[in-house]
């Protein structure tokens, strides 16, 4: 084992001592749902960074599963592209994030992805993985992110994880380091990573009930 593994392992132990402290084993388990509808799956990843996700891309990836249900490969994204329709498919005007959109979509009809269960497997490959970050604005973030919404067990460091290493005293906040250190820590726990991950979330949402677990 090398230095870099054993300090990931010391570091998910405190992780996961913190998580069982503030209540992770004991809360009603709700397995994370997946979605099969690539027109969502591509508007949540792309709209999520930097914006506030319950109340401006949620009901936007809503809106789309319910207004587009036949919008769900990349096929039908590529003419609704063509036809210039990614912006109100994206409820969204400002340019940046919908020539992100337009780029995935580009790049993994190159990649030969057509639906859900195409992305899950070339999600598996680190080749993918480091290429689809050469599209503007993708970077390890997104890439998990996306994996985890197809359900591709990961964790996507954001900044309610940065906040969570933090008040374990970790210091060292290398995207990667902390992805590894999460990730063993869900480990420990015994739960699926991405369960750990929308934990996480959802602890950054209900501060007040995770603080009340801390002094029972």
Known sequence: ???????????????????????VLFEEKHPRATCEHMGAVLADSVLQAGLNYTTVVRPR?????????DRHTISSLVSLIQSG???????????????????????LQKWGVEDVHDLCACLASEEFCNAVQTVRGIGPKTVDYMACLVGVDSVAVDRHVR???????????DYHFLRASFCCAADLLSLPRREFDAWLWRRAAEPTRTQLALVV
């Open 85 to 107: 329709q990614a912006g109100a498919f994206l409820n969204w005007r400002h340019h940046q994030k919908v020539r992100r959109f337009e780029e995935l979509v580009t790049f």
């Open 1 to 23: 084992m090398t230095s870099s593994a054993i300090e990931v392992l010391l570091v998910a132990r405190r992780i996961a001592n913190r998580a069982k402290d503030e209540g």
């Open 163 to 173: 906040t969570f290493a933090k008040t374990v005293g970790v210091e060292n906040d």
């Open 61 to 69: 990836v809503l809106a789309i599963l319910r207004g587009h249900p």
